[in-house]
């Protein structure tokens, strides 16, 4: 410190001289060694050793706690605005109901896929893909139970913007398709590229449902266009369906190329939940 300060100004010499303080915070008398730069102290001391490392700690359990305030709004904001519908918002892993001795398989891919995941080092990661035949087997329960697990576990930078999205693939298909019909000048309504836009990049896609739209030409593009560019940034996608892998309708609907793709990108697993229906299970009719 010394040596860098002559370094820069020669004629100043410094030496250091023990100084007797008075604490402003706990008023105690403290000596400290101060500075002297040619003869004058470099700087007045205002708190005892003690009062000052008693300051330090309580400023980064401050810091910190701000950061555990604006990660909880961020993480609350990304859970209402990815696109998740409401009623999901609150299901978890914890309430899933696994009391079907067949759904335990399926809740223990889905629970390790979101344990290892990590929404700050998505590439790379294995896709998921959720399969059951029949509906209200809990397939949109395991999704949301992802999401927030992975959200709860999440510790980054909350000014990261949503980096997760949430779709059913009919309303995706009917959203894109609607923006074929807006005509030049119309800025209310939202444009193929903008709905693109929001699903490209984000760590993980989620496409709830896939199945229930009619299978066209549109739909292989779509779903190639969405799919491809999942490939090309090696980033995961979550899809959940009532198609089967190998069937003719899956194909039909999504294009063999792209359920190709989806094959290697889940590494050949099909997730199947099988068993009896929630409805069913808890007696509802
Ligand atoms: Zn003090």
């Given at each position: ?5 002559e370094k820069l100004?020669p004629?100043?010499?410094?030496t ?5 303080f008075?604490?402003?915070s706990?008023?105690?008398?403290y000596?400290k060694e101060i ?7 470099l ?13 330090e700690k309580e400023?980064?359990a401050a ?7 604006a990660r909880?709004k ?7 605005f990815c696109?998740m519908?409401?009623e999901?918002l ?7 109901d696994?009391?079907?001795?067949s759904?335990?398989s ?5 629970s390790e896929?979101?344990k ?6 998505p590439r790379g990661?294995?896709?998921l893909?959720?399969?059951s035949e ?5 397939k ?10 992975i959200?709860?576990?999440w ?25 074929y019909?807006l ?20 760590a ?6 896939i199945?229930k ?24 996608v979550?899809i959940?369906?009532r ?9 039909n609907?999504?294009?063999e190329?792209?359920v190709?793709?989806i094959?290697?990108m889940?590494?050949?697993?099909q997730?199947n939940?099988?068993g009896?229906?929630?409805r069913?299970w808890k007696?509802?009719?």
């Amino acid at each position: 410190m010394g040596g860098d300060l002559e370094k820069l100004n020669p004629e100043s010499k410094t030496t250091k001289k023990l100084e007797e303080f008075t604490c402003e915070s706990c008023g105690e008398k403290y000596q400290k060694e101060i500075p002297l730069v040619g003869g004058k102290p470099l700087w007045i001391s205002r708190e005892c050793h003690a009062c000052a490392e008693k300051r330090e700690k309580e400023e980064i359990a401050a810091a910190e706690l701000a950061l555990q305030e604006a990660r909880d709004k961020t993480r609350n904001n990304w859970r209402h605005f990815c696109g998740m519908p409401d009623e999901l918002l609150l299901k978890t892993f914890d309430n899933y109901d696994r009391t079907e001795k067949s759904i335990k398989s399926a809740y223990r891919a889905a629970s390790e896929w979101a344990k290892a995941f990590s929404l700050d080092t998505p590439r790379g990661y294995p896709s998921l893909l959720l399969y059951s035949e029949g509906p209200g087997v809990g397939k949109g329960h395991l999704m949301a139970a992802i999401v927030n697990s992975i959200l709860n576990k999440w510790a980054g930078d909350p000014k990261k913007k949503c980096p997760l999205r949430f779709e059913s693939g009919p309303s995706l298909v009917k959203r894109i398709k609607g923006t074929y019909n807006l005509r030049k000048g119309d800025d209310i309504h939202e444009r193929e590229d903008e709905v693109y836009k929001a699903l490209s990049g984000v760590a993980l896609l989620l496409l709830d449902d896939i199945g229930k739209e009619k299978a066209s030409d549109f739909t292989r593009e779509t779903y190639w266009f969405i799919i491809d560019e999942r490939v090309k940034s090696s980033l995961p996608v979550i899809i959940s369906t009532r198609l089967e892998f190998d069937s003719k309708e899956l194909e039909n609907l999504m294009g063999e190329d792209t359920v190709d793709r989806i094959y290697g990108m889940v590494r050949g697993i099909q997730v199947n939940i099988k068993g009896a229906s929630y409805r069913r299970w808890k007696g509802i009719p």
